[in-house]
Nanobody, 118 residues
Framework: QLQLEESGGGLVHPGGSLRLSCVPSGGFSIINAVGWYRQAPGKQRELVAGITGGRTDYADSVKGRFTISGDNAKNTVSLQMDSLNLDDTGVYYC?????????????WGQGTQVTVSA
């Protein structure tokens, strides 16, 4: 299974910025989709930003503040988060959907904590 390693989380004041990165290891043929999800305390995991077929999608709550990008050469995906607010606090997870040996699989990272606090 594809292993995903996330980095870049931390503690930041409101209005600050963080950049998350996700690096895969392991073999695959094609990446169908990548995304960043977050889970706030007491809430369900939600999609924050994703790339599918070259199209990017964002949750309404982060539009204009977050930017997802991919490095095709390294197969990494990043999430630039600007103008962070208290509601952005949560554990952020990287997700890859990929093809290997003709079948589609899905992998999740272990999560990285983002805390926005005054």
């Amino acid at each position: 299974q594809l292993q995903l390693e996330e980095s870049g989380g931390g503690l930041v004041h409101p209005g600050g910025s963080l950049r998350l990165s996700c690096v895969p290891s392991g073999g695959f043929s094609i990446i169908n989709a990548v995304g960043w999800y977050r889970q706030a305390p007491g809430k369900q995991r939600e999609l924050v930003a994703g790339i599918t077929g070259g199209r990017t999608d964002y949750a309404d709550s982060v539009k204009g503040r977050f930017t997802i990008s991919g490095d095709n050469a390294k197969n990494t995906v990043s999430l630039q988060m600007d103008s962070l607010n208290l509601d952005d606090t949560g554990v952020y997870y990287c997700n890859f959907r990929y093809i290997k040996w003709g079948r589609e699989y899905e992998s999740w990272g272990q999560g990285t904590q983002v805390t926005v606090s005054a």
